[in-house]
Nanobody, 127 residues
């Protein structure tokens, strides 16, 4: 079973930057589309960003477009979320997720479409 481990979360002031990393334990990462989700206190988990197997297709929730960049490194079994110009409303637990797919350019934005999840990493943005 694929295991995902997120890292890179922490405290940052508004306007600052963080880079989250997600390490995958299995070779199935190579045929998995990946995504990042977040859950703020008292709210449902929501989609943040996704990337295709190839890395050639990406998508973002509107509120982070132009601020966040998702990328992946197949050689290292890693997926990243570079976050810039952070806002206090981005405070949440950020989760990495993945699913195997035969479609190398397809991206997935719905929580139900993902098969495996990390434990999450806390991001706190102060004013």
């Amino acid at each position: 079973q694929v295991q995902l481990v997120e890292s890179g979360g922490g405290f940052v002031q508004a306007g600052g930057s963080l880079r989250l990393s997600c390490a995958a334990s299995e070779h199935t990462f190579r045929t998995s589309a990946m995504g990042w989700f977040r859950q703020a206190p008292g709210k449902d988990r929501e989609f943040v960003a996704s990337i295709s197997v190839s890395g050639g297709s990406t998508d973002y929730v509107d509120s982070v477009k132009g601020r966040f960049t998702i990328s992946r490194d197949h050689a290292k079994n890693l997926v990243y979320l570079q976050m810039s110009s952070l806002k206090p409303e981005y405070t949440a637990v950020y989760y990495c997720a993945g699913r195997e797919t035969d479609y190398w350019y397809r991206i997935y934005t719905a929580e139900r479409e993902y098969e495996y999840w990390g434990q999450g990493t806390q991001v706190t943005v102060s004013t």
